[in-house]
T-cell receptor, first 117, second 113 residues
Framework: GAVVSQHPSRVICKSGTSVKIECRSLDFQATTMFWYRQFPKKSLMLMATSNEGSKATYEQGVEKDKFLINHASLTLSTLTVTSAHPEDSSFYIC?????????????FGQGTRLTVV | AQSVTQLGSHVSVSEGALVLLRCNYSSSVPPYLFWYVQYPNQGLQLLLKYTSAATLVKGINGFEAEFKKSETSFHLTKPSAHMSDAAEYFCAVSEWTGNQFYFGTGTSLTVIP
């Protein structure tokens, strides 16, 4: 199957700093990527849909200025958590859907554990 | 609009016992249905998917799921639980474009030795 690589897998940052998370589709082009946030023992919460070459679509309640998304190429989307605070600590997961190999399927990155101290 | 409901946020089974994780969907059009598994601190891995071919779908690690249109269900089963099956399981639905996936709230499976 297709591979989505997410980096870093774990990051610890100081409060007030910014953190960038990268999501790459390694063997297919992804015009769309999804960014999720997952709280402990909870399901995936869709934060935004990243669209190559255009602005991301944010879900209601997600701060656009806090979570900056850039989808500059067909294989790379980035999520930048700006001015991070402890409440931003969470597990962030990216996903890229593809229908290139038949019916749609979502491929997930390994996730990024963000801890803001 | 599409949505997925997973009944039971926590399921415990004994090792060797049947695993049954429930998923019901609502969709205005024939959907694609998926089951994903998530191990701690990892992303989601596809277990199996229904794409309007056979209604009984076999996946990895001995799991299978049956699409029942009349019941709008896509329950996940495994005849004999293994300790390594302990994980979080998510049911998801997508329409044909794949531009949106809707996930259930997840079911945490515990396997008791």
């Amino acid at each position: 199957g297709a591979v989505v690589s997410q980096h870093p897998s774990r990051v610890i940052c100081k409060s007030g700093t910014s953190v960038k998370i990268e999501c790459r589709s390694l063997d297919f082009q992804a015009t769309t990527m999804f960014w999720y946030r997952q709280f402990p023992k909870k399901s995936l919460m869709l934060m935004a849909t990243s669209n190559e070459g255009s602005k991301a679509t944010y879900e209601q309640g997600v701060e656009k200025d806090k979570f900056l998304i850039n989808h500059a190429s067909l294989t790379l989307s980035t999520l930048t958590v700006t001015s991070a605070h402890p409440e931003d600590s969470s597990f962030y997961i990216c996903s890229a859907p593809t229908i290139l190999m038949g019916p749609p399927e979502a491929f997930f990155g390994q996730g990024t554990r963000l801890t803001v101290v | 609009a599409q949505s997925v409901t997973q009944l039971g946020s926590h399921v415990s089974v004994s090792e060797g016992a049947l695993v049954l994780l429930r998923c019901n969907y609502s969709s205005s059009v024939p959907p694609y249905l998926f089951w994903y598994v998530q191990y701690p601190n990892q992303g989601l891995q596809l277990l199996l998917k229904y794409t309007s071919a056979a209604t009984l779908v076999k996946g990895i690690n001995g799991f299978e799921a049956e699409f029942k249109k009349s019941e709008t269900s896509f329950h996940l089963t495994k005849p004999s639980a293994h300790m390594s099956d302990a994980a979080e399981y998510f049911c998801a639905v997508s329409e044909w474009t794949g531009n949106q996936f809707y996930f259930g709230t997840g079911t945490s499976l515990t396997v008791i030795p």
